[in-house]
């Protein structure tokens, strides 16, 4: 169903009046961002930053794997490594569509295909923010009540892909196909049976 929501994104944004809400989006969000709330959304959209919370996770994994006295809760930190690499690059430079506010023309840039380096679809940003917090939810699944899990699993994603958005770092379009890429990935670590994570990943 994931891969379903993936094609169906995509296949729309080749129709005019889905390029136009991405287009109108941006155009919005420019005309309403005063310094303070610009300052604001760059502060939050930081939540997603991947390098950040891939280190996060692994530190995490580390003293989990302490305690537990096993290395295998290191191993999801690495899947979680390997397939956010191994399935966001690939199809950003398959797609290589235009970022906002590119030198582009606007009926060009918000296309697929329509610049060689470019790297906008689909955010890495929102599939980061979900399969990191995520991550680290599984890792901490013992010690974190469910309501807290769920805020700190939701709530990011959801920030994340508000400010990349309002900030014009991705169109709209690029965050529901993040969307789509990160539970998929998120949900493929959750439901493997880690050793040392085997009572915890069902439910995490």
């Not at 610009?38 to 692994?58: D, F, H, I, K, V």
């Not at 430079?93 to 582009?104: I, N, Y």
């Not at 009540?145 to 769920?150: E, G, I, N």
């Not at 789509?180 to 995490?204: H, K, M, N, Q, S």
Request: proline share 7%; net charge neutral; hydrophobic share 55%.
């Amino acid at each position: 169903m994931l891969l379903a929501g993936l094609a169906a994104v995509t296949g729309l944004v080749a129709l005019a009046p889905v390029r136009s809400l991405d287009l109108a989006v941006r155009d919005i969000s420019d005309a309403h961002r005063p310094d303070w709330a610009e300052n604001t959304a760059e502060l939050l959209n930081r939540l997603g930053s991947g390098g950040l919370l891939a280190a996060a996770a692994l530190l995490i994994a580390v003293v989990v794997a302490l305690v537990r006295r096993s290395p295998w809760p290191i191993a999801p930190v690495v899947a979680a490594f390997l397939l956010t690499g191994i399935v966001i690059q690939p199809l950003k430079l398959l797609f290589h569509r235009a970022a906002p506010h590119s030198t582009l023309p606007d009926d060009i840039e918000v296309r697929l295909f329509s610049q060689p380096d470019g790297l906008s679809y689909p955010s890495g940003h929102a599939v980061n923010t979900i399969v990191w917090y995520g991550l680290i939810c599984l890792l901490l699944a013992a010690w974190l009540r469910p309501a807290l899990r769920t805020w700190v699993r939701w709530v990011p994603p959801i920030v994340v892909g508000f400010t990349a958005t309002y900030l014009g770092y991705h169109w709209l379009t690029d965050m529901f196909a993040g969307l789509c890429l990160g539970v998929l990935i998120d949900r493929t670590i959750a439901r493997t049976p880690w050793p040392a994570l085997r009572e915890t990943a069902v439910g995490a």
